[in-house]
């Protein structure tokens, strides 16, 4: 899904929300989910046998999917309020995952 169906996507929940600040503590917890599968991801494929930047690659797939799935899956639950931020931050610790793990060899 390119990014400008991913802001409309969040743009037009209907229901009014509380404000949704850049700096939170839930903005931290999904950078830091984000770092941690990604990494996970890119460790476990580099033990199956992928070099390391096929193994990189491997875990930022995962890393976004894996936010994509959770902000969809909160616009579709009552209960929860998907957020165009949320997603930064998720992709942000899944770029800091990245830059780590295509240092490690």
């Known amino acids: 899904m390119n990014p400008a169906a991913l802001l409309l996507v969040f743009s037009f929940s209907g229901a009014p929300t509380a404000p949704d600040a850049w700096l939170a503590e839930d903005k931290f917890k999904h950078f830091f989910a984000s770092f941690v599968v990604t990494s996970l991801a890119a ?5 199956a046998g992928m070099d390391s930047d096929e193994s990189v690659l491997v875990g930022v797939g995962v890393g976004t999917s894996v936010g994509v ?25 899944v770029g800091a995952a990245a830059a780590v793990m295509s240092q490690v060899r």
Not at 70 to 93: C, I, N, Q, Y
């Open 43 to 47: 460790s476990a494929a580099n033990t």
């Open 69 to 93: 799935w959770k902000e969809l899956r909160d616009r579709g639950a009552e209960t929860e309020t998907a957020s165009f931020k949320d997603l930064v931050w998720d992709l942000g610790g």
